[in-house]
């Protein structure tokens, strides 16, 4: 895991990348990625739960089908024993249970699923201990070992948190234990077979614990690579590849809603000598600072602060005029230069500062039209002696 760490060094600040610096020996995570694994995690295992609630369900009518050749169930109809009526409840109400989850996972209702998949859990283990103790006190041999089964598939990958199965594996042991000591006069044989069901739980368990740990860690990679793909490592401000996807999608709805849409590119004045003045480590932390600065402006949802490359940077603003545009770009251009990172080989000022081109949007031009015509805006600011800002 070194090597992770050392690519984990220069993204402070990401939920994604901390939470797997500082790990999860609890097996959570800090509120609110817990939520957002938990949700990843109920979406990637719904194939899962389609195939666990319908081999379950298949299972059990198997069971059922025992009993019909096992028990006198059509020769002693309806004078059935109490024992014989008791079971058939039990696998009819059951039955019905795992159908219901049959549908509630194939219609994919996120709401319900967890609690009812719970619900069924725990009565399929009750259900199951109560069959195999009616069995007995029909005095029909059956094989207690099916129990086991309801250890696994306490803890099967159904989308539910390793809490709530072991919080389900600790209810199920009363579940299991109590019906023995209450119908059966000896309880030997039943607090054996309990004992063996809490040392499969057991088992379990450490194996969920590791299946769990895994795929925490898993999804921390998967959202950390994820984010790396639309973002600009140095800075955390999004890359040209999210900012032209979001650009574009952006124009759509400004045209849709008639709204403007603004867009500033700024470019850091003289930023090569400075890093041959104070070398590419210091160059790095000034691209930091400056892009820290941008992201506080961008702090409504379809806003964006990118860096487009090297040391030109971008700020995307919805539903603006061009009076506040102006206002926002001016803002920009004298808080870069109030950051007073001394700039000693420049030829504007003894610090850093910025030149910035901007305009708003025209509802029918392209992205790459747009790129152009700041592009010329942001020369035109150069050439006006740089720290400034020129607007279209």
Not at 7 to 18: F, H, K, M
Not at 217 to 236: I, N, V, Y
């Amino acid at each position: 895991m070194q090597h992770i760490y050392g690519v984990l060094e220069p993204l402070q600040g990401n939920i994604y990348a901390d939470q797997l610096r500082r790990g999860f020996r609890t097996l959570r995570f800090d509120t609110p990625l817990e939520q957002e694994y938990l949700h990843y995690l109920y979406r990637v295992q719904a194939r899962y739960q389609r195939i666990g609630s319908l081999l379950a369900l298949a299972i059990w009518l198997v069971f059922a089908l025992i009993d019909k050749l096992r028990l006198p169930i059509s020769q002693q109809f309806p004078s059935y024993e109490p024992e014989l009526w008791a079971l058939l409840a039990i696998r009819v109400t059951i039955g019905l249970m795992l159908v219901l989850l049959v549908v509630l996972f194939q219609t994919r209702r996120e709401r319900y699923g967890a609690v009812v998949l719970a619900t069924t859990l725990l009565s399929m283990v009750l259900g199951t201990t109560l069959t195999v103790l009616l069995y007995q006190r029909l005095d029909t041999p059956i094989s207690s070992s099916v129990l086991l089964i309801m250890a696994i598939a306490l803890f099967f990958p159904l989308g539910l948190s390793l809490r709530s199965s072991l919080l389900m594996a600790v209810i199920s042991v009363p579940l299991v234990l109590g019906p023995g000591i209450w119908l059966l006069e000896d309880n030997d044989a039943h607090l054996r077979l309990s004992l063996m069901y809490v040392l499969a739980l057991i088992v379990c368990a450490l194996g969920g614990c590791i299946r769990d740990h895994v795929q925490r860690e898993q999804f921390l990679m998967l959202r950390l690579l994820q984010w790396q793909a639309g973002h600009d490592s140095l800075t955390g401000l999004n890359n040209r590849r999210s900012f032209t996807a979001h650009l574009d999608a952006t124009k759509l709805l400004s045209r849709r809603e008639q709204r403007n849409l603004g867009l500033l590119m700024l470019d850091i004045d003289h930023f090569k000598a400075y890093n041959d003045h104070y070398g590419h480590q210091a160059g790095d932390e000034a691209l930091r600072q400056v892009g820290h600065l941008l992201q506080r402006f961008a702090r409504r949802p379809m806003d964006m602060a990118v860096r487009l490359g090297g040391e030109e940077f971008a700020l995307l603003f919805y539903d603006v005029d061009k009076d506040q545009l102006a206002i926002l770009g001016e803002q920009v251009r004298r808080e870069v230069s109030n950051l007073r990172i001394p700039h000693a080989a420049s030829t504007t000022a003894d610090h850093l500062t910025t030149s910035i081109g901007g305009r708003l949007a025209n509802p029918e031009e392209t992205s790459e039209k747009l790129y152009q015509g700041i592009d010329s805006l942001l020369y035109e600011a150069k050439k006006s002696g740089r720290n400034c800002l020129a607007l279209g």
